[in-house]
Structures are given as C-alpha cells and as structure tokens.
C-alpha cells in the first residue's frame, strides 16, 4: 500500500522536472544565450535548481556552457551562461508552396544549418509532392553528422489542416482535398518520426512572435501572399484557431464581383486580385516565369505602375482584416513583401480608403523580420514544440541515425 | 516585525476567500439553483468550506436556502440547494441602437424585472440620449423596494468601445466619435455608480455563451443585425477582443461596388445591403416605419420575394464571417433573427456560395437563445462581473438607496 502513493509522488516530481528541463530549453531557444541569473528570474527557481536543470540537459548533449556575453552582464559577479549546442538534435522544416518547396534542416535556436528546394509542377499528385519533398529531405538530413538526432519534422502547407490529426482537408490552389500528406511524406522516406502539419500562414506568425517583427506582440496577423492568400492571427497573445484549426482564411474575402473565378469554386475572391498570378499577368510574366515571380520582384527597384492597383487592392483588404482582427501589427509576408516595399503609399492609401479610423490607427503595417523564411521557421518551431513540453521523451522518439538511413 | 506577516496572510487569505464567494455565486448565477454537493464538486473545495461561503452570502443577502429539485437528486441523502436571492441587488442594462433604447432592471440569475423602451431621434446628440436613457433608467429602478442595491450599469452600444476606459471612438450609425458616454449617463442620473460599456455584438456573444444558444461552446460568433452589422467572436473559449477592443467589424466588408454610402465613409459595406435600412428599402418600408422593423418583420409568417436577395447577401457575408472565425456556431440577432427564420434556404444558399467546405461543414446557424434580449443580457452580465471577482467589495461600492434617490 505504501508503495503507490511513492510511485504516485515520484512520477509527478519527474513530470514537473520535464516540464521545467522545456521550460528552460525554450528559454535557451527563444534568447540565443542565457546566464544563469537570468533563467533564475525568469523561471522562478532557485539557482541550485536551475544549476542541476542545466546539468541535466547537458548531459543530454542539448546546451553547453558559454561565458557570459558582455552586454548581459548583471552588476557583481558575472553569471555562467549557457546556449544552445550547434551539433545537438535538429527537426526538418517544409514550406511547401503552390510552385515551390524549400526544405530546411534547423537546429534548436532557430539556426538553419541546410537547405534544398524544387520546383512543384501544376496540378501536382501529393504522391509526387511527396517524393520530391523525401529526395530534398536527404538532401539536408545526409549533410548531417552520424550522431545528431533527427526529432521530427514541420510541414507548412497552403490550405486548411485539421488540427485534430494534422489531415489537408482542402488546399485549393493545390486541388488536394482530404490528403493524409504526413503519412506520404513519412512513406517516402521509410522514417517513423513525428511529423507535423500547420497552415503556412499560422506558422508565419508562430515564427514571427518568437524572433521576428512580433516579439512580445499579443494581437498580429502575419499575411502570406502567394498563390493564394492566407492570414495567420494571434489574439490576446494566442492563436486563432477556430474550432477545427481552419480560422485565417481571409483570401476568399470577397473582393471584386467582376473578378475571375478562384480555385476555391467562388469568384471575385480577395486573392484573385492580388495573388501571385494577378501581380504576373499585370507584370505580363509567362506561365513559366510564375515560379520565379519572387526573384522578379526582388529585382525591382522602383514600382511599375501596372503593379499600384494591386497594391492598392492589397492595402484595401487589409482593412478588412485590420476592422475584424484589431491588430497592433500586420506583417506582410511572401509576395506581399516585395509588394509592399515596392508601393508602400499605394498599399497604405487601399487601407485609409476602408479601415475604420480607431482600427486604423491602432495598426503598423510591416516587413517580416525573418524575411522570406518565417513561414519555413513557422514549420520548424512546430516541429520542435514537443521538446520544448518533455526533452527526455521528444528525445527518445527521435531518430538518431537518420543520416545513414537516409543516405542508404 | 511579526505584525507584517500575518497582516499579509491575512489578507491573502481574505483575497482567497473573497474569490471563492465570488466563484460560488457564479455558479450559482449561471445554473439556477444549485445544490451543495455539486458545489462541492465543481469548486473542488470539501463541505465545511462550501458550507461557510454559502452561510457568507446569505448573510450579504445574495443567495438562499432552497429544497433540491427533484431533478437534480442524486444517489444517497438529497443534498441541500441554494438560489439567488430575489430581493437581492440589481443591475441597469442598457442597450443602446441607432433608432431605440431599452434599459432593463436585471438581478442575479439574469432575471428581468423591469423593462423601458424609448426611441431615439436620427443623428442623436450623445447628451440628448443620455437624458433619455436616465429617463428609462428612473422609471425601472423606481419600481424596486427601497433596500434593494444598485451594484452598476452596463451599456451595450452599436459601436468601437476602447477596452482600457470605456470611450466609444466611433459609433458610425450615430456619428459619435470620441463620446465618453458613460460620464454623460451618470451625470444626468447624479449618480456614482460603476458604469461599464461594451460593444452590442460582443456583449450577444457573451450572453448567448452564458445562458443562451451556446452554453459550452467555445467557438461562436454572434451577429448584431440592426442599422449597422457587428460580430461578437468568441474563439477557444475567450473574447476575440484586439488590441484595443476593436475587433469584430464585419459589418464594414466590401460587399458590394455598387453599394451605396456607407456611415463610416466608405462604399458597398456589407451593412449597407443587409442592414436594417436595405431591409427597409426592400419592403418600402417609410422613414418613419424604420423603428418598427422589427415588429414588422415579426408579423410576417412567409418572406416577401423582395427579402430574399438580401437573405442571399446575408449568408454570402456570413461565409466571410465562417471562412475567417471557423466557428462551431454562428448566431443571428437582431432583424437578422427574422429574417433567418422566414428566408432559412436563401441564407444557407448564400452562405454555401462562398464559404469553403471544411469550414461549411463545422458551422451551424442558429437563431438566439435568448430571443431578442441577448445584447440587452449581455449588457447585465457585464455590469454583474464585479460581483463575481469579489463579492464583498462590489457590495461596497453599490448604491443602497437609488430607488429614492432616483424618485426624488
């Protein structure tokens, strides 16, 4: 009888170190490099405490030791720091777009170490999509050391994913409906791995609000403007989910009646009139300049004019996003970041026309601070969200020789 | 030196219990009578402790003793209940639209006493309204006895409410900008007394989730249907709020190009086709029958063919309202309640138009669990929120005598 309850005890003090071993590692993560006295205040906990926390995860090879950095330097006696571990585990990070995909490998800390990408043919079957996403994951798996552990991968995607089980129930522009991708991309690359799924533009603003335009942020909507639109909010510090994990779809926001007909089956849909083939055929792009779409704008110095009404079309539905949402800031991500650096006066101009003036005035339209990557690290931080809950356990699910086996 | 700390325990304590006071009355606000053992079961406290804190409010006159229902009897020993008090003290509700005011005495429990109703002129002076709202705020709060306490008033407004002061910055349908309202109430009353203010559409929200349509429900969005449109979001269970408290302005989508003028100084707004006015219009309705919409539409048993277009319109907005929020429930107040229950084909027809499926497929519409009262409840529910943090200080700061002070 007296054993239960000592079990009972006992499992509870090691669920409660877990929780503080992630506590602390998101720390880690989150700051680059942290004293001692610092996760003290932050955490809580007593400097012992902490000092044996620390012990422990650096015996599992997750931060080391670093002297501390000049400018963090507290009054007296300087506090031991710590960081991140540069060869510790890693997660693989997919920003699958509607013609592109980029695969990243990504340390804790946010760092990417690798990256491949490939060009995602119209129309495409998901089965296809999904080889070409396991041949760009050995690219950057098989770059690794033998020894790093592979915890799991992220998998953004421009549609709407369940959140229950992380199912595509409908990615328009993709034409995909109900695809279980995370069990064809795992097929693919004979891995058992956790695997995770989200909405791009969610993980643009997940990203955003952990090391980017966001920090410290409670109300944001990150935009991200590809082929289809699509917008990632947090309110009150948490994110809009809905209660199946699809809220954010503002690009069927009806926009234009006389607009074209959109791959959501309506017409005249926000994103017909400021997607990615809107800005090429007003731009006169072909078909197959549409991929490089991003390089052609980057290139631009000055805006053509063909490309201001769009901007203009791009500020007048972000009124509509900043009526509903009430954000401090819209981060405007994908093709909306050339655009809006381009025709920063014509898309400001759209969004006086219709905001509501309190609305308005409480809102900073702005650039990503991860430029092009914060939908890719949106993906990454999904994927390392369960080491951050219980390293021990995150660590005994991952696959530590993923390199060989990849490579294989 | 020891005085310092036990002063401290103290009043930690003191906090402690003035917060379970408040819980317990709650529960027993949100359910109606209650009895002790599934007190005891939801506050997660053992029965001395519920029994002190029920002897507490009871002594403060809040609650009495009642028999169990039979329906909620359970296995063993019946368990004695308790019920709001119906001598108790009191709330003013106010809500505030463009064309009417209705204030309600309302007690604990949500039960209205008293109701008066006065129309307000076009494009209102706010200190005009003001002495008309002190005027329905005398007549209802004359009738209590003369111990009963005024713990405040809450107003709902068809408007921008700033969260941090209760400002309204814009009420369009109005043209208010900047209108300390609350100030303007309390000075025509000569009364000082908590005034709170909130959005029409938030405070439906508020109400239906608490004891109408969606008890439980943790994504909702209710639409305020008057003169102007407005949602009250709840998503994962907490207020969709803003930075500021701006949030939930559908009414102002771009809906229609052609549309017309719009109070907020843009074009084709969605209230503009579906507001009371277009409704109006569409049943060549006089100026001077506006105010009576509602009782108009209430006398219709099927939709004039001239609805049915704006019943299209209001569900192909609703699908902006779906596609954005993915809530499990989308609530229609206001002449939307009317208009839903004579056009329900033309609504769900608009709404598949030009909502996506998977999010389609999560969402039900409904009519208001509480009728027509649910913004005027929300409004109560706002005012009584002090009484439910502590107990004792909102008792404090209540008005004992503004049944008389109020006649004179």
Chains 1, 2 share one sequence.
Request: charged share 20%; proline share 6%; hydrophobic share 45%.
């Amino acid at each position: 009888m007296t054993g239960a309850p000592r079990a009972g005890t006992g499992t509870n003090q090691e669920a409660v170190r877990r929780h503080n071993l992630g506590t602390l590692l998101r720390h880690v993560h989150d700051s680059g490099e942290v004293s001692r006295a610092e996760l003290t205040g932050r955490m809580g906990l007593n400097r012992s405490t902490i000092a044996g926390l620390v012990t422990e995860l650096d015996e599992l090879a997750l931060i080391e030791h670093a002297s501390p950095a000049t400018g963090r330097r507290s009054a007296g006696r300087p506090s031991a720091g710590v960081r991140i571990r540069e060869d510790g585990p890693y997660v693989v990070a997919v920003d699958l777009g509607v013609d592109r995909a980029t695969v990243a490998r990504v340390g804790l800390g946010g760092r990417v170490f690798d990256r491949a990408t490939a060009t995602i043919p119209p129309e495409p079957e998901a089965w296809q999509v999904g080889a070409t996403i396991a041949g760009l994951v050995k690219q950057v798996v098989t770059t690794t050391g033998p020894d790093a552990a592979l915890l799991g991968i992220g998998v953004a995607v421009p549609g709407l994913v369940r959140r229950s089980d992380g199912l595509i129930r409908h990615a328009p522009n993709l034409d995909w409906h109900d695809v279980s991708f995370g069990s064809i991309v795992l097929a693919a690359l004979s891995l058992d791995v956790p695997i995770a799924l989200g909405n791009d533009a969610d993980l643009g603003a997940l990203s955003e609000q952990r090391r980017g335009a966001a920090v410290g942020v409670g109300d944001l909507v990150y935009i991200s403007g590809n082929v289809g639109v699509g917008a990632g909010v947090m309110s009150g510090g948490r994110r809009l989910e809905g209660v199946a994990g699809y809220a954010g779809e503002v690009g069927h926001l009806y926009h234009d009646p006389r607009g074209g007909p959109c791959h959501c089956g309506s017409r005249g849909c926000w994103e017909t009139v400021v997607g990615a083939p809107a800005i090429a055929e007003a731009l006169r792009c072909s078909a197959d300049q549409v991929p490089r779409l991003g390089d052609i704008l980057d290139e631009m110095s000055t805006a053509p004019r063909e490309l201001r009404p769009i901007a203009m079309d791009l500020g007048r539905g972000l009124a509509a996003v900043v009526n509903i949402f009430n954000p401090s800031i819209v981060i405007l991500g994908g093709y909306f970041l050339p655009l809006f650096r381009l025709c920063r006066a014509e898309v400001t101009a759209g969004l006086a026309e219709r905001a509501l003036v309190p609305a308005r005035d409480s809102v900073r339209l702005t650039l990503p601070g991860l430029g092009k990557d914060s939908v890719l690290l949106g993906a990454a931080e999904m994927a390392l969200e369960p080491v951050f809950v219980d390293p021990v356990a995150s660590l005994a699910g991952a696959v530590t020789d993923a390199s060989a086996r990849l490579a294989g």
